[in-house]
């Protein structure tokens, strides 16, 4: 007999004017249903509540609960997982029902994770936490918004940059902007960031703090390599890429050719690397790890550059990019790639050091070889002394096993040294997928490098939307 499911549907804010209204919700999650052969008995439709908000109740979500504890229902199917618990706390009350009747069925349009499984939980808790924390930022429908008028190359509100007129920001300010290229060929003449900064204070130049006439450092330099100059679009601090990979253009008056800008943000990036700072891009798990599957170029994360009605402003991408010399043909939402990803590298370590676990230290492979040479040294040494050989022949022979020593007394060193970094790290076999997230992203980069040498993003269909495993291929070590 089929299994009896309920199917949850919710309409957010966020959906107002998209298509992703509650009918295609429902046929989504009727059409899932389907597939795993389950018969949709019963729908609950919670309309425009917000699930991140902690103080709403939520009738139907509460409704099916009931229904679920009580056996009226086998399970749900939602849209997806953000539909259904926005809050760490709903989720647990679910995964607590799961707990109580272990075969209960659950599917989600969007993302394929079983609560019936311990790793499926940890995968849900981990993106409810994600979506949780993002949510409070600032409401999604603002954010929502924004990324939706950047996508369309429009403008932000605010005050104009500096560079552009104040009473219309798609007009440049002439007199700003001539400070500005007169500043960037000092920057490409080897004058520094404070230098300008000094002068700019002096003279009243950029975009001061109110009633000062002080400017950040950071701030300088921002105004001097903004990708708007050339007119990037931005979101968040990144230049926004379209689908094509291409970046968004805004309708603006441009300050720079592309050449100029290049120029300028490599002069200071070079700068930088000489005199390393903290840098204030985002960084994303598998920056420059991932490839892509058709031109084989270095992927970086990005923030989703793709609107399409259901997903969020604040998921980031894996894209191939035009602007790093790729092909802008493949793309992939970030989260579920960084998920498998953390869960295949965190199961290899620990598969592997169940295998390679020896009681004690690890003892350096060439050691013998060590001793030998070391002990050739010292009988050609004493060869001589008893004038066996000459000092000629002795000095013929030496110096390629001094070599050979002294390799192998450096790659040995280089060895325990490598053995107590190791150590001092902390052992990643023992590491559960939350612990993974909650470290330094450095170090989660260096767990997976450790494993992979790389992660190739094989190309998805057009118009696919269910994230597929599959088409993540990791290169292993
Ligand atoms: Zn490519």
Request: glycine fraction near 8%.
């Amino acid at each position: 007999m089929a299994r009896k499911v309920g199917v949850y549907t919710r309409i957010s804010r966020d959906d107002e004017g998209e298509s992703l209204g509650v009918a295609r919700q429902q046929q989504d999650c009727e059409r899932l249903a389907d597939l795993r052969s389950w018969q949709v008995v019963k729908t609950y439709e919670d309309n425009d509540v917000s699930a991140f908000k902690r103080n709403v109740v939520r009738d139907e979500f509460e409704l099916m609960l009931k229904d679920l504890r009580a056996g009226l229902i086998d399970g749900i199917v939602a849209y997806d997982l953000d539909r259904l618990a926005r809050q760490p706390r709903d989720l647990e009350r679910l995964i607590e029902i799961f707990d109580e009747r272990p075969r209960l069925e659950f599917a989600t349009v969007t993302n394929d994770i079983n609560l019936g499984s311990p790793d499926g939980r940890t995968m849900a808790r981990i993106m409810v936490a994600f979506a949780n924390k993002s949510s409070h930022d600032a409401s999604r429908r603002i954010k929502r918004k924004h990324l939706e008028l950047a996508q369309q190359g429009k403008d932000s509100g605010g005050p104009a940059p500096y560079g552009w007129r104040k009473d219309d920001r798609t007009k440049v300010d002439p007199v700003a902007a001539e400070a500005i290229r007169k500043a960037q060929r000092e920057i490409l003449a080897g004058v520094r960031i404070g230098t300008i900064r000094t002068r700019w204070q002096q003279q009243g130049l950029g975009n001061p703090r109110a009633g000062t006439k002080r400017m950040a450092h950071h701030h300088v330099e921002q105004i001097l390599t903004s990708p708007r100059l050339v007119g990037y679009r931005t979101y968040r601090g990144e230049i926004l890429l379209g689908e094509d990979g291409e970046p968004v253009k805004g309708n603006w008056e441009r300050i720079n050719t592309l050449e100029e800008w290049e120029a300028v943000c490599a002069a200071v990036a070079e700068r930088k690397q000489k005199h390393p700072g903290k840098s204030l891009a985002r960084k994303y798990l598998l920056s420059g790890i991932a490839r892509c599957g058709l031109c084989k170029t270095k992927i970086r994360g990005q923030i989703n550059g793709r609107w399409e009605p259901g997903s969020k402003a604040t998921r980031y991408t894996y894209q191939c990019s035009v602007v790093n010399g790729g092909c802008g043909k493949v793309s992939r939402t970030g989260e579920p790639v960084d998920m498998l990803i953390a869960q295949l590298v965190l199961e290899e370590q620990r598969t592997r050091a169940a295998v390679t676990a020896v009681p004690g230290e690890q003892r350096w492979l060439r050691e013998d070889e060590l001793e030998q040479v070391t002990q050739d040294i010292a009988q050609l040494v004493e060869a001589e002394r008893s004038k066996q050989i000459t000092v000629a022949t002795l000095l013929q022979l030496l110096p390629a096993k001094e070599r050979l020593r002294d390799e192998l007394k450096l790659e040995r060193a280089r060895f325990y040294k490598e053995q107590k970094q190791a150590e001092a790290k902390g052992d990643a076999a023992n590491l559960t997928v939350e612990d993974f997230f909650a470290l330094p992203i450095e170090r989660q980069q260096e767990i997976v490098l450790h494993s992979l040498s790389a992660v190739i993003i094989n190309p998805a269909g057009r118009g696919r939307r269910k994230f597929d495993p599959s088409l993540i291929e990791p290169v292993w070590r």
